[in-house]
C-alpha cells in the first residue's frame, strides 16, 4: 500500500487549506493514521493523528482548534482540514499509516517513529 498526500499550496495567513491522503488500494488492514510536518531547518513535528475507527483525535496545542483531522474508510482516504493558517504552519506535510491489530483500534499514535508508511509529503506555504 502506498500513501499520496494532495492539497497543499500557498494560501495567505488566515485562510484554509484542506489536505488528504488516499491510499493506492484496499486492504484487509486497518490503520492509525497520522499528520506530520517538516519546515526547512526543523525536525519533523506531529500534527495530527486519528485512531482506525475516526472516534478518537489528537493534536498537540499548536495546532488545537485550528486543525481537524478525518477520515472517510469507505474511499481510504484521511483528510487534514486546516484553518486560520500562520506563516509558522508553512512546511511539508506528510500523511502516516500504522497498521493495528484486534485491540488496538482505539490506539493513535503521535510519534513518527510508531508509523511504517508515510506519504510522499506536501508543500504548505502561509504567506503574512
Known amino acids: 500500500v502506498q500513501l499520496q498526500a494532495s492539497g497543499g499550496g500557498l494560501v495567505q495567513a488566515g485562510g484554509s487549506l484542506r489536505l488528504s491522503c488516499a491510499a493506492s488500494r484496499r486492504t484487509r488492514s486497518t490503520y492509525a493514521m497520522g499528520w506530520f510536518r517538516q519546515a526547512p531547518g526543523k525536525e519533523r513535528e506531529f500534527v495530527a493523528a486519528i485512531t482506525w475507527g475516526g472516534g478518537n483525535t489528537a493534536y498537540p496545542d499548536s495546532v488545537k482548534g485550528r486543525f481537524t483531522i478525518s477520515r472517510d474508510n469507505a474511499k481510504n482516504t484521511v483528510y487534514l482540514q486546516m484553518n486560520n493558517l500562520k506563516p509558522e504552519d508553512t512546511a511539508v506535510y506528510y500523511c502516516?499509516?500504522?497498521?493495528?491489530?484486534?485491540?488496538?483500534?482505539?490506539?493513535?499514535?503521535?510519534?513518527?517513529?510508531?508509523?511504517?508508511?508515510w506519504g510522499q509529503g506536501t508543500l504548505v506555504t502561509v504567506s503574512s
Open positions: 502516516a499509516a500504522r497498521e493495528v491489530y484486534y485491540g488496538e483500534s482505539s490506539y493513535y499514535y503521535t510519534k513518527d517513529y510508531e508509523y511504517a508508511l
